[in-house]
C-alpha cells in the first residue's frame, strides 16, 4: 500500500482538530450568520487561538508554519459548516502571510502580533471599481512625501471593509502597470479612511463587505511591503495560496451537500421507495463524488506544488481553483435538485452553500482568467 498519496498523520490531526472546532462553533450557527447577516467575529478569534489566523506565518513570527495543503484542510474543514466564513479567515491568513513574507523587521512586530491572534484582522485591498480583471490597470496612488506616503483612490469589495483594522493595499507609486505597483499597509483609524455601504450580496451573508476609500490617507514609510515596484507581484503570489483556499472552500462546501444530499434522499420516500434506491439518484450522486473527488486530488496535488515553491505552482494553482469551484458549483446544484421543492428553502442548508459557492467562480481571479494564466503557462513551454 503506498501512502504517496494519503495525508500524513500530522495533516490528519489538524484536519481532525478544524473538524471538530466546525461541528461546535460554526456549523450550528451558520444558518443563523446567513439570515441575520452576522460577522462572527467571536469564531474568527476561537478559530486563532487554534493556529488558523496565521496558518502560514512563520513560526519566528509567532505563527504556526504549515504547509499550503495543510492550510486547504483546514478552510475545507471550516466550509463544511460555513464557506463564508472559512473564506474570511483565508483572507486574512493571505494579509499576514504578505506581511510575514516580504515585510521588514518594523513592519512585522507592528502587525503580526496582534493579527495571529485576531485581534486585528486584515484584508487583502487590489480590486477596484474600474479594474478587476485587468488589476495591475489599479489607479490608487501613493505619493512619498518625506518618511510618508500619501494615498488616495479606492478599493472594492472588499471583505471585512468597515469593520477589518489592517488593509493590505497595492497602491501606484510609479509608473503606469505592473512594475509601478507598492504594497502599503493602512490601518482604520488613519484619517481620510472611509468607507462605502455594506454590500447587499448574493451570499457570503457572515462577511461584511465594502468599498474602502483613501483620501489623502498619510502613511508611515516604514508600512511598505517589499520594495517600491514589488507590490503587484506580492499580489500575484499571495493569491497563489489564496486560490488554493478558496478552491478548497468549494470542496468542503461540496462534500456538506453531497453529504445532506444522501441523507435526504435516504430518508424521502415518493412512490413507494426511498428516492435514493432509484438508479438515477445513485448514479447522480455517484458522478458528484466522483467529480469532487478529481477536483480534491488536484487541489491537494497544487497546494503541495505551492508549498515547494515549484516552478509550475502558479498554473497548477489556477489549474485547481478554477475545476474545484466549477466543481462545487455543480454539485451543489444537482444536491439541490435531489432535494426538491424543499431545497429551494431556508429550512435546508443546500440553497445556502448554492448562493455561498457561486462567488468562488469570481473572486481571487475569475475562472476565465484561471484559464489565460494555465493556457499562457502551457504556451510558455
Not at 18 to 23: E, K, L, V, Y
Request: glycine fraction near 10%; hydrophobic fraction near 40%.
Amino acid at each position: 500500500m503506498t501512502t504517496q498519496f494519503e495525508l500524513t498523520d500530522d495533516q490528519r490531526e489538524i484536519q481532525d482538530l478544524a473538524r471538530r472546532f466546525t461541528a461546535d462553533a460554526i456549523t450550528p450557527h451558520a444558518a443563523e450568520w446567513d439570515e441575520k447577516h452576522i460577522f462572527p467575529r467571536d469564531v474568527v478569534k476561537a478559530a486563532a487561538d487554534l493556529g488558523f489566523g496565521a496558518l502560514y506565518v512563520s513560526e519566528a513570527s509567532g505563527g504556526i508554519g504549515l504547509g499550503r495543503l495543510e492550510a486547504a484542510l483546514v478552510m475545507e474543514a471550516m466550509a463544511y459548516g460555513c464557506p463564508s466564513t472559512s473564506a474570511f479567515v483565508s483572507i486574512h491568513n493571505m494579509a499576514s502571510w504578505m506581511i510575514d513574507t516580504y515585510g521588514s523587521d518594523a513592519v512585522k512586530a507592528k502587525f503580526l502580533p496582534s493579527m495571529v491572534t485576531c485581534d486585528r484582522i486584515g484584508s487583502y485591498c487590489l480590486t477596484e471599481p474600474g479594474s478587476g480583471s485587468d488589476a495591475s490597470a489599479l489607479k490608487t496612488r501613493a505619493v512619498r512625501d518625506g518618511d510618508t506616503y500619501v494615498v488616495s483612490g479606492s478599493k472594492a469589495f472588499i471583505s471585512g471593509g468597515g469593520s477589518n483594522e489592517i488593509y493590505v493595499v497595492m497602491a501606484r507609486t510609479g509608473q503606469d502597470g505592473p512594475r509601478g505597483i507598492s504594497c502599503l499597509v493602512i490601518e482604520k483609524d488613519m484619517p481620510g479612511v472611509s468607507f462605502g455601504a455594506p454590500e447587499r450580496k448574493l451570499g457570503w451573508h457572515s462577511q461584511p463587505t465594502a468599498q474602502v476609500n483613501f483620501d489623502e490617507v498619510r502613511v508611515p514609510a516604514e508600512n511598505l511591503v517589499g520594495a517600491e515596484g514589488q507590490g503587484f507581484s506580492i499580489a500575484m503570489s499571495g493569491l497563489d495560496g489564496g486560490r488554493l483556499n478558496i478552491g478548497a472552500c468549494s470542496l468542503g462546501g461540496a462534500q456538506r451537500c453531497i453529504d445532506d444530499a444522501q441523507a435526504y434522499t435516504t430518508e424521502r420516500r415518493q412512490f413507494g421507495q426511498r428516492i435514493i434506491d432509484f438508479q438515477n439518484t445513485q448514479f447522480v450522486l455517484a458522478d458528484m463524488a466522483t467529480e469532487l473527488e478529481a477536483a480534491r486530488a488536484l487541489l491537494y496535488l497544487a497546494a503541495a506544488k505551492v508549498t515547494a515553491k515549484a516552478p509550475d505552482r502558479t498554473k497548477f494553482a489556477a489549474m485547481a481553483k478554477r475545476l474545484a469551484t466549477d466543481t462545487g458549483s455543480s454539485v451543489v446544484d444537482r444536491a439541490l435538485q435531489m432535494h426538491g421543492g424543499y431545497g429551494y428553502l431556508q429550512d435546508y442548508p443546500v440553497e445556502r452553500f448554492w448562493r455561498d459557492l457561486r462567488v468562488h467562480r469570481i473572486l481571487e481571479g475569475t475562472n476565465e482568467v484561471m484559464r489565460m494564466i494555465v493556457a499562457r503557462e502551457m504556451m510558455r513551454q
